[in-house]
C-alpha cells in the first residue's frame, strides 16, 4: 500500500515504479531527511499540533533508523519511490500510528527542498576544505620557487619571462575565487522552506523559525511557492562547481604539455602516470587528462539543470527530481578531482634547468630592451621598432640579442650603452617587475604570505 494509496483502485505498474522511483540516487540523502523530519517532529510536539509523547516517540524512531541504516540493516524499498516515504514508512513499521503524524503540516515538496539543501550546504563546506588545501599545496610549491625562471606565453607563444612561482600563484587567485563562490552558494542556499508545504504553506501554526534554528539555517524562505519551486541554490553549485572543473582543467592542460618531451618542464611521479599496453616507453598524464575530460560532465550536470527547470511552472513538478543526480554526480567528480590534484602537483619533478634554458631562448627579452630605449627618452613605438628590426636580424643570425655587439646595437641608436646587457638578463627582466601583482621573487614572496593569510581567515 503506497503512503498515497487512498484514491487509487490500481496497483503502479511496475514500470512505472522503475521509471519514476529515485530511491537508487537519493538514499544518500538519508541523514538529511532524518535530521529535518526531527526538527519538524520536535517544533510539533513544542507546538502541540500533535502530542509531545508522540514526538517524543518519533524522534526516538528516527533516531534508532539513522543507526540502522548507517549499521547496514535497511534495505529500501522501490515501492517507496524515495528517501522521504521509505523513511517514513520505517517509522511507522517500528513505532505505530505515531510514526502517521510526522507529516502533519507537510509536504514531500518542502521535505525534499530541505533535504537537498542542507546536503548541498554540507558538501560545500567539503569542497571549500578541499579547495584550501589544494590552494596550500600550490602555495608551498610556489614558495620554493620563486627562482625558477620559466617563460610566460601568450597564444602558447613565448612571451617574457616569469618564474613558476608566479605561474601557479595566477592558480591561488582562480581556487581562492572559487572559494568565494562556494561560500557565495552556501550563503544563499542557508534558509530553510519548511512550512511551505506542498506549494501555498500551511493551516497549522508551524514554528518555521525554531526548525530553522534547530537545521542550522540562517533564515526562512518567505514565499511559499518560491520556497517548493526554487532550485537556484543548485545551479549556484553546478555553476561553482563547473568554475572550478574549468580552472583545474586548465592547469590539467598546462601539466599536460610541460611534461611532453618537447617542453620538459616537469616530470609527473609514476603514482600519478600510467603505461601504455603497447609502448613500453611510455608514460602517460591520464590522470590529468582524464580531469580535463570530466570537466565536461560536470558542465554538463550544469546545462542539464539548467534545462529542467527553464520551462517549469510554479510550482513543485516531477521534472525537478532530476535536479539529485546533476548535482550528485558534480559532487562526486569535483571533490575526487580536488583529492587527485594536490598530490599530483606535491609530488612531480620540476626540471629547472630546463625551464631556465626556455625561459632565454625566444626573444623574452625584447620587451625590456624597448622598455631600456623608453626609459632613455626614445619614444616607445619607436623602441619597438628598432627591437623589432634587431630581433629580425637575430633570427637571421641564429643568436640572442644579448649576442650582438654594442657596436652593432649602437648603429641602430645611439643610446644604447653598455648597461643594456644586464638589463636583459632573463633575472633582471623577471627581478624588475616588482610592482603589485608582478613576478619578482621578493614580490611573489610577499603575494604568498597575503595568500595564506587570506586562507588562515577563511
Ligand atoms: N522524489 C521527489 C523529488 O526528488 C520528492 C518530491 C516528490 N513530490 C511529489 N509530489 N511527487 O523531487
New binding site residues.
Given amino acids: 500500500m503506497k503512503l498515497w494509496g487512498g484514491r487509487f483502485e490500481k496497483e503502479t505498474s511496475a514500470l512505472v515504479e522503475d521509471f519514476h522511483s ?1 530511491i537508487s540516487f ?1 538514499q544518500r540523502m538519508y541523514k538529511q531527511d532524518i535530521k529535518g523530519s526531527i526538527a519538524h517532529a520536535r517544533m510539533l510536539g513544542d507546538k502541540e499540533i500533535i502530542r509531545p509523547e508522540e514526538a517524543k516517540q518519533i524522534i526516538e524512531g528516527l533516531e534508532n533508523i539513522l543507526k540502522e541504516i548507517e549499521s547496514g540493516q535497511v534495505q529500501f524499498e522501490i515501492g517507496a ?2 528517501i ?1 516515504m521509505n523513511i517514513e514508512k520505517l517509522l511507522t513499521e517500528k513505532i505505530g500510528s505515531a510514526g502517521k503524524k510526522l507529516h502533519t503540516g507537510r509536504s ?2 518542502d521535505q ?1 527542498a530541505v533535504d537537498f539543501r542542507l546536503y548541498i550546504r554540507e558538501e560545500t563546506d567539503a569542497i571549500k576544505d578541499l579547495l584550501g588545501q589544494l590552494i596550500s599545496a600550490l602555495l608551498d610549491i610556489a614558495e620554493e620557487h620563486v627562482k625558477t625562471w620559466m617563460p610566460g606565453y601568450t597564444h602558447l607563444q613565448k612571451a617574457q619571462p616569469i618564474t613558476l612561482a608566479h605561474h601557479l600563484l595566477a592558480y591561488v587567485q582562480m581556487f581562492l575565487r572559487d572559494m568565494g563562490r562556494i561560500e557565495d552558494t552556501r550563503k544563499r542556499l542557508n534558509v530553510s522552506p519548511l512550512g511551505s508545504g506542498a506549494l501555498a504553506a500551511t493551516t497549522f501554526s508551524l514554528d518555521r523559525e525554531a526548525v530553522a534554528v534547530e537545521l542550522g539555517f540562517a533564515g526562512v524562505t518567505l514565499n511559499s511557492l518560491d520556497g517548493v519551486s526554487d532550485r537556484d541554490f543548485a545551479l549556484e553549485f553546478l555553476g561553482a562547481a563547473s568554475i572550478i572543473m574549468m580552472h583545474l582543467s586548465r592547469l590539467c592542460e598546462e601539466i599536460i604539455i610541460w611534461s611532453s618531451g618537447e617542453f620538459g618542464f616537469i616530470v609527473l611521479d609514476d603514482g600519478f602516470s600510467t603505461g601504455s599496453s603497447i609502448m613500453p616507453q611510455k608514460k602517460n598524464p591520464d590522470v590529468a587528462e582524464l580531469m580535463r575530460g570530466k570537466t565536461g560532465r560536470v558542465y554538463g550536470d550544469l546545462v542539464a539543470l539548467l534545462t529542467v527547470m527553464k520551462g517549469l511552472p510554479l510550482a ?1 513538478n ?1 521534472d ?2 532530476e535536479d ?1 543526480e546533476s548535482v550528485f554526480d558534480a559532487i562526486d567528480t569535483v571533490k575526487k578531482s580536488l583529492i587527485v590534484m594536490e598530490p599530483m602537483l606535491r609530488t612531480m619533478q620540476v626540471q629547472k634547468e630546463k625551464m631556465y634554458l626556455e625561459a632565454k631562448a625566444g626573444f623574452t627579452n625584447a620587451t625590456d630592451l624597448a622598455d631600456y630605449l623608453a626609459k632613455k627618452n626614445v619614444p616607445f613605438r619607436e623602441a619597438h621598432e628598432i627591437v623589432g628590426r634587431l630581433v629580425l636580424e637575430c633570427t637571421r643570425r641564429g643568436c640572442g640579442l644579448e649576442d650582438l655587439s654594442i657596436e652593432e646595437l649602437r648603429e641602430v641608436s645611439g643610446v644604447f650603452d653598455p648597461d643594456l646587457y644586464e638589463a636583459i638578463r632573463i633575472e633582471t627582466c623577471v627581478n624588475s617587475r616588482r610592482i603589485t601583482g608582478g613576478p619578482a621573487p621578493e614580490t611573489a614572496l610577499e603575494a604568498i604570505g597575503l595568500c595564506r593569510r587570506i586562507l588562515q581567515a577563511k
Fill in positions: 529515485s537519493d519511490e524515495d522521504h514531500r515538496n525534499v513543485y516531477k525537478m527530481q539529485k
